[in-house]
């Protein structure tokens, strides 16, 4: 039977078009019941004892929830208490509609086999399909989609009454008129509160029920704290207007009465609005898209320079009173910026938060608050009856809402991660809080693995080259498994070098398209944390296949130059390749190997020659501006047994290490050169942009306090100001420098070429770009390797490689996961610091203060690569004398005894 | 071989000097347009489609919206029409179309305004021909009406800010729209002249015995709107006007029992079952 289904809708011209849709009804559709014996269906999914006891519904019962009760309640659908349930295909649509990952989590849901949840595609059923009727809004036409569809389950469940125990379907809806109208029509509906309440055998997921409007009422008293926010409409008009700013909201890390609103402006340039106070943050949490309405010029204020942490208990609207008041400063006209309240959410952006309880005073009180880990996201409440166990563990909590009378957003308990200070917990909260892909790779995306025992086949050698005689051998810090580059350096008969980098040609085995490639795609980057590695391909490839190992054969894809003695490059070709590396050697051996001059075998003379390459490229390098930056990295030893850090050691660079970074770089601008040659348009590059002359205030005041100077007009006047800067008896002064340098520095991104023009690489000092070295770890480097293979006739393209809107989707992708992965890692280093802090007693170490702030410095402690803030006005210390000083921050050592209470600070949270 | 026949008022197929054939009309018959009507009267049909669109208004009527027509004459109709055939037909047509109804003495133009000098609605009438068997002129009028008749357009409404911007509204109920008043639409009566006589709806081989034809457009209460006089042959002013008033006479009794027929239709609402093309 044929419907049409008709709606208007706005074009984007302002136009309005009529749009109309065939609409097929069916008389195929199955109910999905164990129990019906009418429908012809070969698999059934709702069992026939749907057995959840409930002290409501005493028979067994089939559970439809409406629209509301899924978007806000989905927490309660995954427990696995609650199954047989239908989910009608009204729901889904409007679901997907409203929350992609809501309609996500539910698809899982349905695909998970115990669950038992049904879709009926009611909207195609001749039976449950119905018309929007006049003066019906949307709405409206739904919930009554969904009735019909449940008065159809329980007449059609009717029919077999006598073979089952007066089985039944609820309709769970928190809408009171829609539950009126159920009940007209006889259907059996109760709320989801009233539901879950029910439930006999799991009281604890009364915690999971996210709070719905009327429960918030009673929380708070009716003090109205927060200004209302604005409809979208009006907000809509304001953008359009100018009146208002559209923004993403970014909460201060050290202030929680501070955030900017950053907007993006035309093209690149972005500008950032000031908030100020808990009045104009207005309820806005980190990464909301938020409007704002700038202030008048006369009220902008300068960002404090305060470190301000929420500690209050549930009562403390006075403290924040008081505390805004520390905030305002005299500040210098100069030094004001924009500033701006917010007046509207235009989406919001939550997630489930990590954290910890901080369990209430009140001993039978069920409200308690909750302190995410993220230090940017503010306290939650939410009500459980089990504080006491959830005390001391690792929490993950939703936000249901934030009303205007409430100092914090209302959430519920989603989950326990685990007991704090544990390994596993602590792992899963910080790849939980990036946003890292963690699970174990799926069937579907294993299966596109090659099937074991894997060899090369005859058609590949046909299709390659055959380096195997080669001398080739790899550089890698030590325990690496997944080697993706491998060198191999000789000398050729007319006295040139040959120089070849052999990267592992992943894209050989993850084929455009299909769910490997897709996950590694949504992954983009492997993501180290000490002691652990989140894979972005599987391991079978990631470790054996793709990894160059020494002695095997190994598909490659390699960039093979000639070089002549003074490291000019006089040809370049890519090529397809067999390789069989000879050795693979850790950064220590190679330097070695280099340094022993008794050593004279063939793959010593290799790395010798590559060293004294690198070193003339590494001048050639620096010679045009190329940025040596600075960054504190520590490496762990860790106990075998326990795996906790018993040591840990700054790392420290060997000649090899850039050695093979030359090479590396080499490769990757000679490819990105390539790729655009070849592909103009949709070449995936990499680019740094300068950093506006702003960003360099804080290097350039830490370096006035010496009396040094810093020039920062070119990469390369930075350059070599920072070689200069020294100072005697100060020797670590200079790798202090370099470290604040790079915090001024902007983040490297990859980019569409044919979505952008400047190409600049600013640290690297190349005017091109892209990542080719690392295919087994980064995902941009296998789209690079496709490109390259098409370009060199190699491989077959695919539409979506030449789509540059898609690649710059998937670009925005890639740097988001990458800058995720960067923070995990740090968070990873950070927690493991703290662990071996754990057994240790009180320490003396000498370290350097990076920046001051009003109540507060920032301290560095070089040795352990630890950074931490150290209050002047404890708790329990009275602040001593301090006389602020904006101007001049400067570089001291502070006495070592407030070292200590300032990593106690960081362990405690 | 007609002429005797024609003097007794009678016509080769029976009918009366100004007797229609059977005519049948049906509206709704496109989904995806905002008004549609198909007719057929003997073996002529025509298919009318009217969209609404959204344009700007003629800077001379800042206030007022407009119509457009366009004749497609399929080669389906007469093979006549094939490749580049119709074409010169079909401007004819439309040109007349134009003069009788794009006036704010048949539709009121002002109501199809949203916000004068910027927005207006323009309606787009397609007349597709289906079959030629004579008199399309007729058979196309009618069938605009009713299509105008059916047309819904969706309800607009400006919303405009303190800084003055406009901003169109959609309702977002598709069963929130408006209707147009179509009581002074004209309709058209083509009016033969054959021998001494002349005949209304004309077929093929009537009209190729008439020297000249008079096309009238004539309102619900028998006002002329327009006139236009076809074909090579002359007519005499005493002929003229006695064909003037046939067609008075005519028009104003096609218009009662069409409006009867099309309210009749309408009060069916989803209930009715549709013919369509098939039927």
Redesign the interface.
């Known amino acids: 039977m044929l419907k ?1 289904k ?5 074009t984007r011209s ?3 078009m ?3 849709r065939e609409h097929y009804l069916r008389d195929d559709i199955w109910c999905g019941s164990e129990v019906c014996t009418e429908c012809k269906q070969e698999s059934t999914v709702l069992q026939k004892d749907a057995c959840m006891e409930s002290s409501l519904c005493s028979y067994p019962h089939y559970l439809v929830p409406d629209t509301n009760v899924v978007l806000h309640q989905i927490d309660i659908l995954e427990d696995p208490v609650i199954c047989n349930v239908i989910i009608l295909q009204t729901v889904l649509q409007e679901v997907r509609h409203r929350s992609a990952p809501v309609y996500k989590r539910l698809k899982d849901i349905i695909h998970e086999k115990e669950k038992r949840f049904y879709t009926f595609t009611n909207e195609h059923h001749r039976d449950t399909f119905i ?8 709405n409206d036409r739904n919930d009554r989609a969904i009735r019909v569809a449940v008065k159809w389950y329980s007449q059609h469940l009717k029919t077999f009454e006598s073979d089952t125990d007066g089985l039944k379907v609820v309709l769970l809806t928190n809408d009171q008129g829609n539950k009126q109208k159920a009940q007209d029509n006889g259907l059996l509906v109760y709320k989801c509160e009233e539901y879950v309440k029910s439930l006999i055998a799991n009281p604890e997921l009364v915690d999971r029920l996210a709070l719905s409007s009327d429960d918030k009422n009673e929380i708070t008293s009716s003090k109205v704290l927060f200004p209302e926010h604005l409809p979208l ?1 009006r907000i809509q ?2 953008i ?2 100018s ?1 208002f700013l559209q923004g993403t909201f970014r909460a201060s890390r050290d202030n929680y009465l501070e955030a900017t609103v950053f907007v993006q402006g035309e093209g690149e340039d972005g500008t950032e609005v000031l908030i100020q106070g808990l009045q104009n943050l207005n309820r806005a949490v980190h990464q909301d898209v938020v409007a704002v309405q700038l202030l008048p010029r006369s009220e902008w204020v300068a960002p404090s320079s305060v470190v301000l942490q929420d500690e209050g208990t549930a009562k403390d609207d006075e403290d924040a009173e008081e505390e805004e008041g520390k905030l305002r400063t005299a500040a210098a006209e100069a030094a004001r910026k924009p500033t701006g309240k917010v007046v509207g959410i235009i989406k919001r952006n939550w997630r489930p938060f990590c954290g910890m309880l901080n369990v209430s005073q009140i001993k039978e009180s069920t409200r308690h608050l909750f302190t995410p880990a993220d230090r940017r996201i503010p306290r939650i409440r939410i009500e459980t009856r089990q504080a006491s166990t959830l005390s001391g563990q690792r929490i993950m909590v939703a936000i249901d809402g934030w009303p205007k009378d409430s100092r914090y957003p209302n959430g519920h308990f989603v989950r326990s991660l685990g007991g704090a200070g544990e390994k596993d917990t602590e792992e899963e909260v910080l790849l939980l809080e990036h946003d890292v892909p963690h699970q174990a790779f799926s069937q579907a995306v294993l299966s596109f693995l090659p099937k074991m025992p894997w060899a090369i086949t005859p058609e590949d050698m046909m299709k390659r080259e055959d380096l195997r005689p080669l001398t080739v051998c790899s550089v890698d810090p030590p325990g690496c498994t997944d080697i993706d580059d491998a060198l191999h350096c000789r000398e050729l008969e007319n006295g040139n070098l040959e120089v070849g980098v052999h990267i592992a040609d992943v894209s050989h085995f993850i084929r455009p398209g299909n769910a490997l490639d897709k996950e590694a795609a949504n992954r983009g980057t492997t993501v180290y944390l000490c002691g652990k590695r989140i894979d972005m391909v599987p391991e079978l490839l990631s470790s054996n296949l793709c990894s160059l190992r020494s002695n095997v054969d190994r598909l490659a894809f390699s960039c093979i130059w000639e070089i002549n003695h003074k490291a000019e490059i006089l040809k370049t070709r890519f090529t397809k390749s067999v390789i069989n590396s000879k050795a693979s050697l850790t950064y220590a051996e190679a330097q070695m190997r280099i340094d022993d001059t008794n050593k004279n075998d063939d793959i010593t003379k290799n790395l010798r020659g590559l060293n004294k390459l690198a070193k003339i490229l590494k001048r050639q390098r620096i010679e045009k501006g190329a940025l040596t930056l600075s960054s504190l990295e520590v490496r762990f030893h860790m106990d075998s047994e326990t795996h906790d850090p018993i040591d840990l050691q700054t790392k420290e660079l060997m000649e090899t290490n850039s050695m093979v970074e030359e090479f590396m770089l080499l490769a990757n601008i000679s490819v990105a050169q390539k790729i655009y040659d070849e592909f103009s348009e949709c070449a995936l590059l990499r680019k740094h942009p300068a950093p506006p002359p702003s960003n360099y205030d804080i290097l350039i005041k830490a370096a006035k306090s010496k009396e040094v100077e810093i020039h920062t007009d070119s990469a390369k006047a930075l350059a070599d100001s920072l070689d200069a800067a020294k100072v005697d008896g100060f020797p670590y002064f200079n790798t202090l420098l370099r470290i604040l340098a790079t915090r001024c520095m902007m983040q490297a991104v990859y980019f569409c070429s044919g979505m952008d023009s400047d190409f600049h690489h600013y640290g690297l000092a190349s005017p091109i770009y892209t990542h080719f070295t690392s295919p087994i770890r980064r995902y941009a480097d296998i789209i690079v390797h496709r490109l390259l293979a098409v370009a060199i006739g190699a491989d077959t393209t695919y539409p979506d490689l030449m789509d540059k809107h898609k690649q710059s989707a998937l670009c925005n992708n890639l740097n988001y996961r990458h800058k995720m992965s960067q923070y995990a890692q740090r968070a990873s280093v950070a927690f493991h610091t703290q662990l071996f802090f754990k057994s240790r007693g009180i320490l003396n170490e000498e370290g350097f203060v990076l920046f001051v702030r009003k109540n507060a410095i920032i301290v560095l402690i070089p040795k352990f690569g630890l950074e931490g803030t150290v209050f002047f006005d404890s708790k329990d210390k009275v602040s001593p004398n301090i006389v602020f000083e904006e101007e001049i921050p400067g570089v001291s050592v502070p006495p070592p005894d407030t070292e200590r209470p300032a990593k106690k600070q960081k362990l405690d949270r | 071989m007609f002429l005797p026949g024609l003097q007794d008022d009678l016509r080769v197929d029976g009918r009366g000097c100004e007797d229609y054939r059977h005519m049948e009309i049906e509206t709704d018959v496109v ?4 008004g549609s009507a198909k007719v057929t009267l003997g073996h002529t049909a025509v298919l009318v489609g009217v ?4 344009g700007k208004p003629r800077p001379t009527v800042p206030a007022e919206g407009y119509l457009e027509f366009f004749v497609d004459c399929s080669a389906n109709a007469t093979p006549e029409f094939e490749g580049r055939g119709g074409e010169e037909l079909g401007t004819k047509l439309s040109n007349t179309l134009y003069k009788v109804f794009n006036n704010k003495r048949s539709i009121d133009l002002k109501s199809l305004c949203i916000c004068a000098g910027e927005h207006c609605w323009v309606l787009y009438v397609d007349v597709l021909l289906l079959q030629c068997d004579g008199n399309l002129y007729d058979a196309i009028s009618v069938a605009i009406k009713a299509a105008l008749f059916n047309t819904k357009i ?1 309800k ?1 409404h400006i ?1 405009s ?3 003055g ?1 406009k ?2 509204e ?1 309702s ?4 929130d729209c408006m209707r147009l008043n179509i009581e002074n639409v004209p309709c058209i009566v083509t009016l033969c002249k054959v021998g001494h006589r002349h005949v209304v709806d004309a077929t093929l081989q009537e009209k190729a015995c008439s020297v000249a034809s008079l096309i009238i457009s004539v309102t619900h209460k028998g006002t002329i709107t327009c006139m236009r006089k076809v074909g090579g042959g002359s007519l005499d002013p005493e002929s003229i006007f006695e064909m003037t008033e046939a067609g008075k006479r005519v028009g104003k009794a096609l218009h009662a029992p069409l409006m009867k027929l099309l309210e009749q239709e309408e009060s069916l609402g ?1 209930k009715r079952q549709k013919v369509g093309f098939l039927g």
């Open positions: 049409s008709t709606f208007v809708k706005k302002g136009g309005v009529k749009v109309v018309e929007r009727e006049p003066g019906e809004s949307a409409s008009t304001g359009k207007s009146s | 989904s995806n347009t905002d969209k609404a669109e959204i969706p607009v919303s800010d303190e800084e911007g901003e169109i959609l977002d109920d598709p069963y989803k």
